[in-house]
């Protein structure tokens, strides 16, 4: 098994930045990427960046510009730099691992799941 824990969340006003963490235990050895997703209020979860053990990052089209994603391997910690946020980045933001190096940026390949860090953005 694999095990997330997000943290970095909070509140921050239109055009901030924030910078979420996601500390990766467990079985890391086996997980292929490690992705995070946004879910907004009463909408569907959707990728926001993905990055692999290839060192491969993949980006949502309405992160690319905006957000980067990044990974310490050595402290097995995947963060997520978000600047210029809008309002409709607001919503709870999960990091996840998939065993699979196949479509990145799709929820149904992901395996394991952290409990989520909110993000508000006004």
């Known amino acids: 098994h694999v095990q997330l824990v997000e943290s970095g969340g909070g509140s921050v006003e239109a055009g901030g930045s924030l910078r979420l963490s996601c500390a990766v235990s467990?079985?890391?050895?086996?997980?292929?990427?490690v992705g995070w997703f946004h879910q907004g209020p009463g909408k569907e979860r959707q990728a926001v960046a993905a990055i692999c053990q290839s060192w491969s990052t993949h980006y949502s089209d309405s992160a690319k510009g905006r957000f980067t994603i990044s990974q310490n391997t050595a402290e097995n910690m995947v963060l997520l730099q978000m600047n210029a946020l809008k309002p409709e980045d607001t919503g709870m933001y999960y990091c996840?691992?998939?065993?699979?190096?196949?479509?990145?940026?799709?929820?149904?390949?992901?395996?394991?799941w952290g409990q989520g860090t909110q993000v508000t953005v006004s």
């Open positions: 467990g079985d890391t050895y086996r997980r292929a990427c």
């Open positions: 996840a691992a998939t065993l699979s190096y196949y479509r990145p940026l799709v929820v149904g390949e992901y395996n394991y």
